[in-house]
């Protein structure tokens, strides 16, 4: 499982990330339908699955069942998920108004 403030890749796009609020189920977090790893960690070679193809968008969170999130700090072209259930987009929240 990794900790708050580790920075991973994808092993199979540009995608990083850095975990902002961890859970067990990071223990299986992949981009494009393969594994994670710490940045200049070692890459298998696997290649983008097409069903994990819908990529990421820079500076948003991603989030799980679990309450595990993401931050996204490069673009890529997979799509984050735990195993094969994919991330959900975390939307942000309006701020009040300071009339």
Same mark, same amino acid.
């Given at each position: 499982m990794y900790t708050t403030g580790t920075r991973?890749?994808?092993?199979?796009?540009?995608?990083?990330?850095?975990?902002?609020?961890?859970?067990?189920?990071l223990a299986d977090l992949r981009c494009g339908g393969a594994a994670m790893?710490?940045?200049g960690g070692?890459?298998?070679?696997?290649?983008?699955?097409?069903r +994990?193809? &819908?990529? =990421? /968008? %820079?500076?948003?969170?991603?989030?799980?069942?679990?309450g595990a999130e993401i931050l996204v700090t490069k673009a890529g072209a997979g799509s984050l998920s735990?195993?094969?259930a994919r991330?959900? +987009?975390? &939307?942000? =929240? /309006? %701020?009040?108004?300071s009339d």
């Amino acid at each position: 499982m990794y900790t708050t403030g580790t920075r991973l890749e994808s092993q199979v796009c540009d995608t990083q990330v850095i975990v902002v609020r961890t859970a067990e189920s990071l223990a299986d977090l992949r981009c494009g339908g393969a594994a994670m790893v710490e940045i200049g960690g070692e890459r298998s070679g696997a290649a983008l699955d097409g069903r +994990f193809a &819908e990529g =990421t /968008a %820079l500076g948003k969170r991603y989030v799980d069942e679990t309450g595990a999130e993401i931050l996204v700090t490069k673009a890529g072209a997979g799509s984050l998920s735990v195993g094969d259930a994919r991330l959900r +987009f975390k &939307e942000s =929240t /309006a %701020l009040p108004s300071s009339d």
